[in-house]
């Protein structure tokens, strides 16, 4: 009786083709978060119950930008770096469920594989896209960490740009923002495979951080264009009234979430 | 109350975020087959029961190139190629089941990010990779569909090559080869969301082409070239024995399939 | 003493590193067309003295997809086709040199190096760029060649888009088109290492195919969009009047060019 | 009569297209660098005359891996990094001239445009490539800089890996190496568009960093593993004894160089 192993696709004799690893995964990675207020029934419209909005501020977003070095436990993928760096924006809100503030991420872009394959077993509703954002650095023109520093971040997907910003910091900051700290609310939803099947798997389930640290936050200003594209609507989060940008470099440890609610119908 | 559409994440009020529309999937594609054996051995390994190896050839392995152009029913992905142009490479085994005999795939690579998306829906078990095929042309020094008419193909991924070949047709053939020429038997898995908490979707499904039609298959040789690397077990499918390789053009339709077997423990 | 050797750079004892092989260089490929009327005046800007516009129809510009195998005279690149596919879209305008109508291209993007380096000894403007095109298929999807067939073409670099086509095929055409139809007339400039120095090179040279051999060629219509981005000025060829669109699949050698003139300043 | 603008092609009215800005050009990157002696007779066959091997260490080479982020005096590149930041890695060695010793780059891959452009400028023999560094970080796994600190470094280019190298640091350094620390004595060559015709550019020029500043190097040891592919010689510079591996964060300006000799043939 042969069995397979491997935490993810392709399972093997070894596991050794697994797409990820399992989980712990640790990330070291700078942060470039533009917070906004934006319609709340564009927001809501994106909450499937049982979510609801968060009570305050209901339209806040957050469009984060990262910028990522991550690994297994054994830390080998670093030193082929291909297999570990990569970079993401996403789109944060807030919503409420079991009288509980959650964040969630309502679009995400990634560009490596092995980060996709993460976004599907967290609930990360990634695709693929082209990401860039200005690195700090100690020499020369890139800016240093302090009053008056811009970074630009960009977000493209099928050729088409989706997003930009500039973020110039202002001073140190006692937060990073707080649309993206608390724990996420996501669905990870599959298909039937049989048509009109309705879904394999239906879950809410329930992750964050097992454990964090961070340097000093810096809070500044962003100019933000959303631009539209065909099969894309990140735009309809619409910039109504900006709220902060931050940069913050961290480092993560995610070890697995909670199951809160399971729709999925069991066996055949 | 809310309700989120799409097919696919992410889902919106809209559903035209998803990363793939509903099926039917349209393809017009070239598939360029090298079929081999390798060690029996080496095949079984790869079949997690109740799949059992194939009663004949139970070592027969077919790496597949495909170069497609794929849609929706409405056909608009077309007109924006960057949407629905992809590659792919993968390798196929047989296996029986039911007492009927199932194509596998327990490989694959593909290089568009809505590649990947169907691979989950339909349990090919995909990762990113970058690939290349000759394609033929009626003029200047790419070959036509003839006899001596040589592709090369390639597979890499991150930043190393797995696969190369060369594939020199000989002759007009009844088939287009017999590994990858019955109805797939792939499994869906998805790890629970808590830690040590086993498969959150454990099924067995089956699915084939809902149409297909195709030009006249060419067979002929190849010289194929497997390389190891980290992370990646295509290689292990060593070349005992050539059995012959095909080139040929085909349309496909794809529209679901049939849950064989679930072990998904339901609801929480 | 020694010698290096290769056509191109970087130059080695054996010249196997060279980016591009000697010509003649031969290549296989769909052209996807797009004619149409801007205003004269910004054709006009783009033809340095000695090149005046075309006498005839001085406003005319060619939005040229090609999507090529090309290959040295060994054709073994075509093995290996990462090393022989590329697809590239460049505008083309007709000047006026010496009593004789001339091609020039003012913009280009290709999507790969060795088509940069063979830019650069040809004097194409090429930048990288992302470029898709729909290829015609017997089967499937994808448009057969025949009236009412649709091709989209697509340009993007830096992660913008450029450009945009959906041409429709109408019927069988006596001509590709008459804007990319002459030699072609550029220049070759490469500034001087040093500081307010001038040009190190400056020629005008003369190329066209050595030898070409054509399919049927299509005409149609075409719906074209080009964007405005930064450090691009392809959207500055505004259309003002369609001309018409054509697809054909051609076969090219091209084996050097002719010096029309230099003002290189010659040995320090 | 008409003029056209740019420092670098496509030139137009404005100028405002050219692939690259006009010196000078501002950089802040890190730098990974593996010296070792190789056989002293695989350099010399580098050298072109009237370039001669170094009197001392002639054997040497350096493989240096850098992290840029780059731009023109105003700066604006850094806020659309996707236009600023590029990878490469390159092969230098040294040689003498005129009694002088110079460094020179014998191979070299970058992953953007703007690079490879401003290599032609420079004399440095640029390919494509895809090139990965771990970047230090101050939290998670990433690396500090700090004693043991372990670096991956990786190239690849047409989908094989070329090189790659594991750099550990050992303790702070007074220098970054010494294969690299000369003005650089590179070519400028371009073939006659004529076949047959030789060089119709044919230069050696100097440069240098206009200005320069630099953190702490740190020192340590590499493995190194080099790989054939077609087309690519960088393995000929096998490594026959390691010499050290080095780490530092710079600032740099470069501002055009000086023609030492050209043999270019002149206006026709």
Redesign the interface.
Known sequence: ????RG????????G????IP??PW?????LLTVEYRTDPARV??????P?EPAEEDPGAVALVWADW???SGS?RE????????YKEAFAVVRCSYGGRTYSRC???WVD??FA?ARG????Y????G?L????P???????RIEAGA?????L?A????LA?A?VTLREPSPTNGFVNGHPMAH?????????G?GL??D?L?E?GAASF???QPWVGDADLELFEA????LS?LEVREPIGAYYR????VW?????L????????
């Open positions: 009786m042969t069995t397979v935490f993810f696709h392709p399972k093997t004799a070894t050794a083709s697994s797409l399992p989980p640790h990330y070291s990675g700078d809501r419209e994106l909450l499937p119950e979510l070095q991550s690994c830390g670093l030193l082929d770096p291909v297999r570990s760096q309502v679009h995400i490596k594989d996709v599907l077993h967290q609930g509703p990634k695709k693929l082209s860039h954002q200005t690195r650095h100690p020499f020369g023109p890139a800016p811009r970074f630009g971040a960009t493209a099928s050729d088409r740009r930009q500039v669905h990870r939803w599959l298909p039937s495979i049989e048509k099947g394999a798997l879950e389930v992750s640290e961070g340097g065909p099969g894309e609507e309809r470099q961290v480092g993560v070890d697995g979430g909670r199951l609610e399971s729709h999925t119908s069991g066996a055949a």
